[in-house]
């Protein structure tokens, strides 16, 4: 697995240039509702289950945000098929500005077949030692979830 990701470029800002691309989602992102207003669709995206290893997600006083985490600990979310250069600036303008779009490897499993593909993923690139524990990225959906429809 090193190998390939030996070959996932090194500068961010290519990954950025290049679509359509995969993009890794977790926490209220995942929620396709969501991203439906993020991206001003007509109807619900189509999301894929997916994960992304050596990350974890942590919770800062703002919420959820994806860290470095321990080799082979993997974030369970979903992924996104971005089509265009447009949609990939809509998602980096509602994201905080500690959040820098970062290439990754997505895995997709289908049965016993786990099929990884270079995208992209909004990681934290700030000071890790601000946030407080992990979190339950489920836990965030649902709190997501609740506060629109008490909106």
């Not at 001003?40 to 050596?54: Q, S, T």
């Not at 290439?103 to 700030?126: A, M, W, Y």
Request: net charge negative.
């Amino acid at each position: 697995m090193l190998a390939r990701r030996r070959n996932i470029p090194h500068n961010p800002y290519i990954s950025l240039l290049q679509y359509p691309v995969y993009y890794f989602f977790y926490g209220s992102m995942a929620d396709p509702a969501m991203l439906k207003r993020t991206l001003n669709l007509d109807e619900a995206p189509k999301l894929h289950e997916a994960y992304v290893v050596g990350y974890t997600v942590a919770r800062k006083n703002s919420g959820p945000a994806l860290i470095d985490g321990p080799r082979g600990e993997v974030v369970k979310g979903y992924a996104y098929f971005v089509g265009s250069e447009a949609e990939g600036e809509k998602l980096r303008e509602c994201h905080p500005e500690q959040c820098r779009v970062t290439p990754c490897l997505v895995h997709f499993q289908n049965g016993d077949k786990v099929t990884r593909i270079s995208g992209n993923v909004f990681k934290h690139v700030g000071d890790a030692e601000a946030f407080l524990e992990p979190v339950d990225t489920q836990y965030w959906v649902h709190v997501s979830i609740e506060s629109l429809v008490d909106s």
